[in-house]
């Protein structure tokens, strides 16, 4: 496949600001295109925490008090820019972080799903009110904004993890700062723009969105700042090690996304056209670039040499190069560091009894040098060794065999991740074991679909070393807002909790 030449990526990348309305991308920060390799120019000055975190704040002490529905507005005129910016927003993150057309496009439909949720939302902060043991006693809860949100996002969804974080942060009543990949500041300043032109459509504070720029000591001063409520970090565990006892140590509040190891089971009464198209989405797409990436298939022995056969076929046939062009359905590999990993697992996995099965290969080096396409690999494996523990963020697969259902959910669940889950079958008590209590241990658990592709309206988040977090839809809401419970005595008495008597 031909790829396009860096001076058409960098006038589609020019066109792509113009277009959203931003006429300088001058600043410290480097970028680069994965497709080729080559820079795009500077993606944002460095800046100042401290002084980040109290424009924040005074944008606070008034946005907490504006109501919740006029705060719906705000988020509201954001996606309709958004949908009127999709095709230019798409392109970027498809140039910025690699992935094909149709995956950036679909990360800001995302963007725009999420605004639309959070604008009904803000109809909905609603508490409970709760029966009380005293008469004449209204017991309630109230919910309340907190204060100054900073989201930390990776290369791999530029965007739209920010904006799962943003929308609900802003309906509840709280600023948000950015802190997003330095491997993609171009899209953060792309999205910034969007924001500060809807803040000027409806009149919110400027300072409601802030983006810093920066590298990991930017994101430590953000994390330790004691004025910083809450802290949503997406990222590797070894991140989410490094953040949480910062922001616990100071009692802060914490989302945390991290690490996935994610599996699928194939029953023997799995539908394999289904099965196959599933496993090739969630383990190839966004080139195995996801935390919900398929990393790990355990197949029934029955169906096992079956299933590797046609996936094998499909490996063998999937397009592969310039991500902006029709019909591309694996993109590049964010960067040199990523190929090496992909490769170190692959000798790892052969030092371990493993063998592959295809794929695994560089290909395109000769068309961009600096840019990193790599066939997509599938490892067969006689048992879940170490490798297959350890997350590899890229295209691997590995393939495990399994006889009994406890026997399969026993390798599922014998790894230190936790995010997401599938099992493809038409058994239906297989479907409901999967799900219950003694089935998959993960955050998401799927039936005859992989573990990729979640929609906002669900909770988004996993457990074990995926960190817990919950963002997007349900009531993940609640994560950027403080309870408080209130009691309310309309009597003229005043009777104790637990029949206590106190009488003066």
Not at 44 to 51: E, I, L, P, S, Y
Not at 198 to 226: C, R, S, T
Not at 268 to 292: H, K, Y
């Amino acid at each position: 496949m031909t790829l396009p030449s860096h001076d058409e990526l960098i006038s589609r990348v020019d066109a792509t600001f113009a277009g959203i309305g931003v006429t300088s991308r001058s600043g410290d920060l480097p970028s680069r295109t994965p497709i080729t390799g080559g820079s795009l120019g500077a993606g944002g000055a460095v800046g100042d925490v401290d002084k980040t975190v109290a424009a924040a704040h005074e944008a606070f002490l008034a946005w907490r008090t504006t109501p919740a529905p006029v705060r719906g507005n705000l988020v509201r005129r954001l996606g309709e820019l958004l949908r009127e910016h999709k095709d230019d927003l798409g392109a970027l993150v498809s140039i910025e972080a690699g992935k094909i057309r149709s995956e950036g496009l679909g990360e800001v439909q995302e963007m725009i799903d999420i605004c639309d949720f959070a604008v009904g939302l803000s109809r909905q902060l609603h508490g409970l009110t709760i029966a009380s043991e005293r008469p004449g006693h209204r017991l309630m809860e109230t919910w309340h904004p907190m204060g100054p949100c900073a989201v930390i996002t990776a290369f791999n969804f530029p965007v739209a993890v920010w904006s799962w974080n943003a929308a609900l942060a802003l309906v509840a009543g709280d600023p948000v700062i950015w802190k997003p990949s330095d491997k993609t500041p171009l899209t953060a300043m792309a999205c910034n723009a969007l924001f500060q032109r809807a803040a000027a459509d409806v009149g919110a504070p400027a300072a409601l969105n802030q983006v810093l720029y920066g590298g990991a000591d930017i994101g430590a001063a953000l994390v330790a700042h004691p004025d910083v409520a809450i802290v949503s970090a997406t990222g590797s565990t070894r991140m989410g090690r490094a953040v949480a006892p910062v922001v616990a140590g100071r009692f802060g509040r914490l989302i945390l996304e991290l690490g996935g190891n994610n599996a699928a089971i194939i029953a023997p009464t799995a539908d394999l056209d289904l099965a196959v198209r599933g496993i090739a989405f969630s383990a190839v797409g966004t080139a195995g670039q996801r935390c919900t990436s398929l990393r790990r298939l355990i197949a029934h022995r029955s169906v096992r040499d079956e299933l590797v056969d046609r996936l094998a076929a499909a490996y063998r046939s999937v397009p592969i190069g310039d991500p902006l062009a029709d019909g591309t359905l694996v993109g590049p590999l964010i960067d040199a560091q990523a190929f090496a990993n992909v490769a170190s697992a692959i000798d790892a996995a052969n030092q371990q009894g493993g063998e592959l099965v295809v794929g695994g290969d560089r290909v395109l080096a000769d068309a961009a040098s600096d840019a990193y396409y790599v066939a997509p690999a599938i490892m067969s494996m006689p048992a879940q060794t170490d490798i297959v523990r350890t997350e590899t963020f890229g295209p691997l697969l590995y393939v495990m065999t399994y006889d009994e259902l406890d026997e399969a959910v026993s390798i599922h669940n014998d790894v230190p991740q936790g995010l997401a889950s599938s099992i493809f079958t038409n058994d239906i008590r297989e479907a409901e074991r999967f799900m219950a209590a003694n089935g998959s241990d993960c955050g998401i658990a799927n039936v005859n679909i992989g573990p990729s592709g979640a929609e906002i309206g669900g909770a988004f988040g996993g457990e074990k070393e995926t960190g817990g977090g919950r963002e997007s839809g349900s009531d993940a809401w609640k994560s950027y807002m403080r309870r408080a419970t209130n009691t309310v005595n309309y009597s003229r008495d005043l009777p104790l909790a637990q029949g206590v008597s106190f009488d003066i």
